[in-house]
């Protein structure tokens, strides 16, 4: 079955830094992979979404991450963190059924400090 | 822009009573689902929902739970005896068209105590 491993619980940031949370996944085909965020009280966000093409796609809110089937990843990074973006942020998989419910990492919590 | 809606945002109850969790699904969508998130731990599927029947439900999903599209609109969730662990956030999602690639829409949950 497919899972995504997020190894990071906490990140702390400042602003203006850059950012990477990590996310690796386990499933033997092509999976698609997202990356949602999630704010204080919130619901889920999509951030970015992959599929298939450029291993390098461009989401919302400055986001961006990048597929590596070498390294069976999914990182999303951020030139330059700002203090709004203070989430939890989950990594999922997508269960190629038909049914296509999502699978969650446990999510990295990151901080950002002024 | 639309949006899935939830209701209650916050519900308590009593252990062993039965709760009825509300969701309104993008008009257009064809797809419905139901997540929970147990404070501190990663969201989990329960069930999904097309055509008026389950198309998968998770081993969490057991006979305590049902889910109902009543009137085209709306899509509950309920819980006909509620236990101390069912307390957790509820997420309402749906998609449109058929494809892997349409997105998951969420609501912005129900969080569930249950006393």
């Known amino acids: 079955a497919q899972s995504v491993t997020q190894p990071d619980i906490h990140i702390t940031v400042s602003e203006g830094a850059s950012l990477e949370l990590r996310c690796n996944y386990s499933?033997?085909?092509?999976?698609?992979l997202f990356w949602y965020v999630q704010s204080p009280g919130q619901g889920l966000q999509l951030l970015l979404k992959?599929?298939?093409?450029?291993?390098l796609v461009q989401g919302i809110k400055g986001f961006e991450a990048e597929f590596k089937r070498s390294q069976s990843s999914f990182n999303l990074r951020k030139p330059s963190v700002h203090w709004s973006d203070a989430a939890e942020y989950f990594c999922?998989?997508?269960?190629?059924?038909?049914?296509?419910?999502?699978?969650f990492g446990t999510g990295t919590r990151l901080q950002v400090t002024l | 822009e639309p949006e899935v809606t939830q209701t209650p945002s916050h519900q308590v109850t009593q252990m062993g009573q039965e709760v009825i969790l509300r969701c309104v699904p993008i008009?257009?969508?064809?797809?419905f689902y139901w997540y929970r998130q147990i404070l501190g731990q990663k969201v989990e599927f329960l069930v999904s929902?097309?055509?008026?029947?389950?198309?998968?439900k998770s081993e969490i999903f057991d006979d305590q739970f049902s889910v109902e599209r009543p009137d085209g609109s709306n899509f509950t969730l309920k819980i006909r005896s509620t236990k101390l662990e069912d307390s957790a956030m509820y997420f309402c999602?749906?998609?449109?068209?058929?494809?892997?690639?349409?997105?998951?829409?969420f609501g912005p949950g129900t969080r569930l105590t249950v006393l």
């Open positions: 999602a749906s998609r449109g068209g058929q494809g892997n690639f349409n997105e998951q829409f």
């Open positions: 499933y033997g085909a092509t999976p698609y």
């Open positions: 992959y599929f298939s093409g450029d291993t």
């Open positions: 999922a998989v997508i269960n190629t059924g038909t049914a296509s419910k999502l699978t």
């Open positions: 008009s257009n969508h064809l797809y």
């Open positions: 929902f097309y055509n008026n029947e389950i198309s998968e």
